[in-house]
């Protein structure tokens, strides 16, 4: 896998990328905080519910970063507790990003079939961006500092994974009009696209099925001998 070394071009290459994809939807968008405010569910705006993310993100970061390590000894029984641990976190990105990527950019295409408004905030974009953006953040984040905190042996080695986890699903955007682009728009939607895929497959093998993969061989390792030192 890529190494630690390469972790700061890494960085640039995938905001670059980034950048690529965010660039036709976030150029044209709409009041997305006023929409946010104004659409309510039993009486909670989406942007509450956006708050609400935010103090959790906050809350939870900060009782991780300030874990205090025990001793160096680590039992197999400790170790497969801190990777099951680890494992959720990614789990539940992994759910976030599916849910975003397939259902919601799914009704978000319906709705602009119908509002025809680049300009327009619909409400699966609001969600994607408003909810699901900082659940990305929170679970990559989250199992990037609980790593670092509780399992550094683990994480020395995984920086640009982690970062991988953490960022690549912010390319799951609401629903893509190639219109949006300018002049050449046949080659820069092809440029597009395969940013897209590039970042997909990346958080896929990378992020999640790697960082999956060797927890799980410390998961076995621990279980087979729980008792000694690991």
Same mark, same amino acid.
């Given at each position: 896998m890529?190494?630690?070394k390469m972790l700061p071009i890494s960085f640039v290459?995938?905001?670059v990328m980034l950048g690529l994809i965010w660039r036709p939807s976030f150029s044209n968008l709409g009041d997305l905080f006023?929409? !946010?405010?104004? @659409? +309510?569910?039993?009486?909670?705006?989406?942007?509450?519910?956006?708050?609400?993310e935010l103090v959790i993100i906050v809350t939870v970061w900060t009782v991780l970063l300030t874990y205090k390590r025990r001793g160096v000894i680590t039992d197999g029984d400790y170790l497969v507790k801190k990777q099951i641990m680890l494992v959720?976190?990614?789990?539940?990105?992994?759910?976030?990003?599916f849910f975003a990527g397939g259902f919601l950019v799914h009704q978000d295409a319906s709705w602009y079939q119908v509002l025809h408004e680049?300009?327009?905030?619909?409400?699966a974009q609001a969600i994607i961006l408003l909810i699901c953006y900082p659940s990305y953040i929170f679970f990559g984040?989250?199992? !990037?500092?609980? @790593? +670092?905190?509780r399992l550094p042996h683990f994480f020395k080695d995984k920086y640009v994974a982690f970062m991988v986890l953490t960022f690549a699903p912010l390319a799951f955007l609401p629903y893509y009009d190639g219109?949006?682009?300018?002049?050449?728009?046949?080659?820069?939607?092809?440029v597009y696209m395969l940013v897209y895929w590039l970042l997909s497959v990346a958080w896929v093998v990378l992020g999640v099925l790697y960082i999956i993969f060797k927890s799980s061989q410390d998961i076995f390792k621990g279980l087979s001998d729980p008792f000694s030192e690991m």
């Open positions: 890529i190494d630690n290459v995938l905001f006023g929409y !946010a405010e104004s @659409a +309510k569910y039993k009486g909670v705006s989406l942007l509450d519910f956006f708050k609400a959720v976190f990614v789990i539940g990105q992994v759910f976030m990003g680049n300009s327009e905030i619909m409400p984040g989250s199992a !990037a500092i609980y @790593a +670092k905190t219109s949006l682009l300018e002049a050449k728009r046949e080659m820069l939607e092809l």
